[in-house]
């Protein structure tokens, strides 16, 4: 048997490995009890109290309380899943108190305190309140409301007015520290006793003074802290765990962190816990040494507390508490991720606006080449055809009919020499400065050296193969085709110099000097000036002309060359 109880009617009741067993002494019957639940389901029943009021008993079972009547049956049931739960099924002993309060020891589970209107329930443990151990067998109570528990580690008593443990052991004079479930009474002159596995306790409450408050505090040693880069612990001597912030760069970086406590009784007992904000909320207990090892923390700013209790019971004091920041490397970081995302983006619209550029510079150069070839080449293919035609149907006679052919020539000579200016300027290859000047080269000479003018080209040190801006490029050869006819049609030229010097889109110059203009200087305010002062802004560059005597030059330039 493990619980008896003697009811109103001197019937006992008897707990059993398979539930509850009656005996009637006035028949002398033993019985097994089959009627309700946990007697059906075979539970151990391990204690049997009455209730507060003496109607009805409590029922310790391993598959929970419960408050049962002799005729009524069950009337409440408590276990892991009612409401309020308990903190473990398996129950060593039940009692209700005057008040109301249902005090129940448990298997691992420490003590359960289920409030009076059954609603709520307060956990007592070894972990948080310093209980000696969370296998709780017994309880017996002094009249000033203080509780003494009996435990497998150690006696504990309960003071009710400062709501702590204080824990008693072999070296306070218990012959032994695992003590016996239902192994409890207390006599009428307020004796108690528990049962231990060697032997009975026997005391009066009131002869053991009242353990004083302690005020014992938690500290921490020197903390090592994993070098990565020379592969060893390098220590952080100035660390006192009151706030202080810890560096890593890793979460593979490991941190030890030695503890201990000013009360050195029983220092291998000591119960340190901790908790990482941030990861994990519950306490957590350190196993064995006292030594906390933290190690593969993810990136993340973090806040750690460490707090401390004697074996006796008495808490720390003080709680340790610092932070652990693990830097993410910059290429991992939220900021990193945007930056690439915005360069990405940008890249992107760069591309498509170079695209969009120079498909938009396609569409122009092809709507100027066609331009060009109707303005330029279409008219002087009409000149050409009607011509032709005068020249076929007419009755023109031998000199009449000399000049026509001769103007066909010139007005084809002129066409071919058009197109291939356009051709010229379309081509991507010739976006060279040593293209332009050849060009400008072979131009001037097939117009001036048949008029028996001087002509001297001087492009100076230019890199044939530099490349070039394509409409720098068709620009400048405009502004000279357009200066060279200008001199032919308003100068009496008889010498033109032609300068290039060419350094990068930024630093170029241009000039064009002739002679022969000392009766003309009238024209030089024509429309062939205004046309090239145009095409000098469209490159960035300055215009401007000078008149010497018989000589007129211009000059198209862009930065500091001469």
């Known amino acids: 048997a493990y619980s008896l109880f003697r009811g109103k009617d001197k019937t006992i009741w008897i707990g059993t490995p398979q539930g509850m067993m009656c005996y009637d002494p006035k028949t002398n019957i033993l ?37 049962w009547h002799e005729e009524d049956g069950v009337l409440e049931h408590f276990d892991k899943a009612s409401v309020p739960a308990l903190s473990s099924n398996e129950v060593y002993f039940v009692e209700e108190d005057s008040l109301g309060y249902l005090w ?17 329930v307060r956990y007592f443990n070894r972990e948080h309140n310093g209980l000696g151990s969370d296998i709780v067998y017994g309880m017996l109570s002094e009249g000033n409301g203080n509780r003494w528990f009996s435990t497998s580690n150690g006696l504990s008593c309960y003071y009710a007015s400062e709501d702590r443990f204080y824990n008693y052991y072999t070296i306070d004079g218990l012959c032994n520290n695992d003590f016996n479930y239902n192994s409890y009474f207390k006599g009428r002159d307020g004796r108690m006793y528990f049962g231990t596995v060697n032997g009975v306790n026997a005391f009066y409450p009131r002869d053991i003074s009242k353990a004083a408050t302690q005020d ?55 119960i340190f816990t901790y908790r990482i904000l941030g990861l994990f909320d519950d306490w957590i207990p350190l196993s064995g040494e006292p030594v906390l090892r933290l190690h593969g923390i993810p990136y993340g700013r973090y806040t750690v507390q460490v707090r401390g209790m004697t074996m006796r019971g008495v808490v720390a004091s003080n709680q340790l508490h610092f932070f ?197 200087r009238q024209g030089i305010r024509g429309q062939g000036l205004k046309n090239i002062q145009m095409r000098a802004e469209k490159i960035g560059a300055e215009m401007y002309y000078e008149i010497q005597e018989d000589t007129f030059m211009i000059t198209v330039r862009k930065g500091n060359v001469t």
Not at 45 to 59: M, P
């Open 31 to 67: 019985e097994h009890h089959q009627k309700d639940i946990f007697d059906k389901k075979l539970c151990p029943v391990l204690d049997i109290k009455s209730t507060a009021d003496g109607e009805a008993v409590w029922i310790a079972t391993n598959c929970g309380v419960y408050k």
């Open 104 to 120: 129940i020891g448990t298997n691992g589970g420490g003590i359960n305190l289920i409030d009076p209107d059954r609603t709520s």
């Open 216 to 270: 014992v505090r938690l500290f921490v040693l020197p903390v090592s802290k994993w070098d990565e880069e020379a592969k060893a612990f390098t220590m952080i001597s100035d660390f006192k765990g009151n706030g202080d912030e810890i560096v890593l760069h890793s979460p593979n970086a490991s941190l030890v962190f030695n503890l201990g406590m000013t009360d050195y009784t029983d220092p291998i007992h000591n």
């Open 324 to 520: 652990i920041h693990i830097k993410k490397p910059f290429y991992n970081t939220l900021w990193f991720y945007v930056m690439i995302v915005a360069v990405f983006v940008t890249l992107l619209s760069v591309f498509f606006w170079f695209k969009y550029r120079n498909l938009k510079k396609m569409q122009l150069m092809r709507l100027q080449l066609s331009s060009n070839l109707h303005d330029e080449v279409g008219s002087l293919l009409t000149s050409i055809t009607l011509f032709s035609d005068n020249l076929r149907f007419s009755g023109n006679t031998g000199p009449e009919k000399d000049v026509r052919l001769e103007k066909i020539a010139s007005l084809s000579r002129e066409a071919i020499v058009t197109m291939g200016d356009i051709l010229w300027a379309v081509d991507a290859r010739n976006d060279m400065p040593g293209s332009l000047s050849e060009r400008i080269r072979d131009y001037a000479e097939e117009l001036l050296l048949p008029m028996q003018v001087a002509l001297r080209v001087d492009v100076g040190d230019i890199h044939s193969r530099q490349k070039m801006l394509p409409e720098l490029r068709q620009q400048l050869y405009l502004i000279f085709k357009e200066a060279i006819n200008n001199v032919v049609k308003h100068a009496e030229v008889t010498t033109v110099e032609i300068t290039l010097r060419y350094h990068n889109e930024n630093v170029f110059l241009f000039r064009v000097v002739n002679d022969g203009v000392h009766a003309h």
